[in-house]
């Protein structure tokens, strides 16, 4: 009998080609990952990960995994900049489990990594384990036998798949070697990120209140705001301290830097916040906060792109990885139907853009909205944004809802049932 399943290869080892790679392998396909880096991990600062995506993830039979790892979100609150009074809170907790399905969930980025690449390498499992090549830098696709594009890396080595599946990030090679758009917005901003151990935050009146339930908690002021909440079983606060960017970090998207530089930018802030940042390590890391405006199509032929290679976003609605979840899924279930024969290997990647595309970008456009209203200084608009806030407790006339009901699956059942 001729060998008819799917031979697939994902570039890139994020959590946008692991997530694909661990559904992809559950509906039997065969997955080659190829990652640049010479060691698998994220890096460490925290994620939340929204019930659109986190339905995907337990749908995968991880929920002893993320019982182990992952914190549910309670609320999610913004403040005043000044005084940290509350301007308005999303209530998630039991009744957004209820609302949409699944939890809103709060991590460590290195454990939801290690999650996925478990499920996708496991021995045991549904399909064959997936192949993960390290020190694998792609430079190009080789397409002259256009139904078996192949991935070429700067070593010398080729790997030809029935789908080629670019999740190598807001630069993607894979795009750029299909034809996508390399234009890159500078958003003017940066973001420093850390993780403060618990420790004396914990021990300090001022600051132990983070600890009494998992929250997110934003304060917003002029052209910056930050966003904490704790991860990993409250051993940490995630802190994403957000700035206009610095000609540095502009020039080399990401640098280590004094966490003094990081505090100045916050003198006269709420004193909890300030006494938390207080405590973080003597160095951060400042990220350049760029993205790319929405396009489609996603994909060309057998060749297709997914998570921030198509969707790069500012994270002012902390769903990029989220947006990566749900795309592996879509992917997933079209290939799957692809598989069966009921459709073309070009039609199902033209079925995932069609599928994902628009709500993407509303994600995207709605996250550059959050920029102008997180960043109002003190005024008329502000006042207007905050009277909003207090009286109809919405963060902005997109409502979070949509986001957290997630794309329509077709299917809704296990694809792995934990344990
Ligand atoms: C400050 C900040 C806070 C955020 N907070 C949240 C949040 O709370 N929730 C959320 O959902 N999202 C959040 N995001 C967004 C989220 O981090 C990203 O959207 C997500 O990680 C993208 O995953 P990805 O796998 O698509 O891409 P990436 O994480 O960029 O992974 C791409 C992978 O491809 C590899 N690669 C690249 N080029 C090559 C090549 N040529 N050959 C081989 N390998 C290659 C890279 O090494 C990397 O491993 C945040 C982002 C920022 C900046």
Redo the contacts with the bound molecule.
């Keep these: 009998m001729p060998d008819t399943t799917t031979d697939i290869v994902i ?7 692991l997530a694909a790679a661990a559904t992809l392998r559950a509906r039997g396909m065969r997955v080659t990952v ?4 010479d060691r698998l991990g994220e890096i460490g ?6 019930p659109n ?1 986190s339905r995907v993830l337990y749908r995968l039979g991880l929920s002893d995994g993320l019982a182990g790892c992952a914190l549910h979100a309670q609320e999610s609150v913004r403040r005043r900049w000044s005084t940290g009074e509350i301007l308005t809170k999303t209530t998630l907790g039991a009744g957004a489990t209820a609302k949409f399905g699944a939890p809103y969930l709060h991590l460590h980025r290195a454990d939801l990594h290690k999650l996925l690449l478990d499920a996708a390498t496991a021995p045991a499992g549904a399909g064959e384990p997936v192949r993960v090549e390290v020190a ?4 190009g696709i080789d397409d002259s036998d256009p139904t078996r594009p192949a991935v070429l890396t700067h070593d010398g080595r080729t790997f030809p798949g029935d789908v080629i599946i670019g ?7 894979i795009r750029r070697a299909s034809g996508g758009p390399t234009a890159i917005v500078d958003s003017g901003d940066m ?1 420093y ?1 850390t993780l403060i151990p618990a420790d004396r935050a914990r021990e300090d009146e001022a600051t132990r209140w983070l600890f009494d339930w998992p929250a997110a908690n934003f304060w917003l002021g002029d052209n910056r705001h930050v966003v904490v909440y704790p991860v990993r079983d409250m051993q940490y606060v995630n802190v ?1 301290a957000v700035v206009p960017i610095t000609d540095q970090v502009r020039s080399t998207a990401k640098a280590e830097v004094p966490a003094e530089e990081m505090r100045q930018h916050y003198e006269g802030w709420d004193p909890r916040l300030t006494r938390l940042l207080g405590y973080s390590d003597d160095r951060v890391m400042a ?1 350049a ?1 760029n993205y790319q405006e929405p396009f489609t199509p996603w994909s060309t032929g057998h060749v297709a792109l ?4 198509c969707h ?2 500012l ?1 002012y609605f ?7 979840i749900e795309d592996a899924a879509v992917i997933a279930e079209e290939l799957a139907k692809a598989e069966r024969g009921l459709q073309s290997i070009p039609s199902a990647l033209s079925a995932y853009t069609e599928r994902r595309a628009e709500r993407a970008a509303a994600v995207q456009r709605g996250a550059v909205g959050n920029r102008a209203l997180f960043h109002l200084p003190d005024g008329p608009e502000q006042r207007r944004r905050d009277e909003r806030f207090r009286e109809h407790h919405k963060e902005s006339d997109i409502s979070f809802d949509w986001i957290y009901a997630g794309t329509p699956l077709d299917d809704e059942t296990p694809l792995v049932t934990a344990g």
Excluded: C, F, K, Y
């Design positions: 570039v890139g080892a994020g959590i946008g080609g190829l990652e640049q880096a600062a925290g994620l939340q990960i929204g995506a694998s830098h792609v430079t999740a190598d990030g807001i630069n993607s090679r973001a990120r994403v990220w906060l997914l998570g921030d290679a790069s976003m994270p902390s769903q990029g990885a989220s947006q990566a």
